[in-house]
């Protein structure tokens, strides 16, 4: 079971960039589905998470009405739309999957990406 995390890079502060998160070896079905941040130095922090259904949505408050997080089940694919840039948000982004929202939030979940950087510049 992976989850494969893609779509990072270097971008100018305002700049957008998109991440996928891959799944392979199962479905996930009825799993929530969450991203993840650690930037050097720091504790990985929750950044957004969407129900299997995709009829809900969470957010970090640092990240809302910046961020936007979706998911194609057919594709059994996850994204993270990432616009309006800013250097704070530099770090590596970890995708991740758990049956309970409560353990996804908190960073507990079995199952993880191996991570993509994300490098916003000034």
């Known amino acids: 079971v992976q989850l494969q995390a893609s779509g990072g890079g270097l971008v100018q502060a305002g700049g957008s960039l998109r991440l996928s998160c891959a799944a392979s070896?199962?479905?996930?079905?009825?799993?929530?589905m969450g991203w993840f941040r650690q930037a050097p130095g720091k504790e990985r922090e929750f950044v957004a998470a969407?129900?299997?259904?995709?009829?809900?949505?969470y957010y970090a408050d640092s990240v809302k009405g910046r961020f936007t997080i979706s998911r194609d089940n057919a594709k059994n694919t996850r994204y993270l739309q990432m616009n309006s840039l800013k250097p704070e948000d530099t770090a590596v982004y970890y995708c991740?999957?758990?049956?309970?929202?409560?353990?996804?939030?908190?960073?507990?979940?079995?199952?993880w990406g191996q991570g993509t950087q994300v490098t916003v510049s000034s």
């Open positions: 991740a999957a758990d049956r309970n929202l409560s353990q996804l939030r908190r960073g507990v979940s079995n199952y």
């Open positions: 070896g199962r479905t996930f079905d009825y799993y929530f």
């Open positions: 969407i129900t299997w259904s995709g009829s809900s949505t």
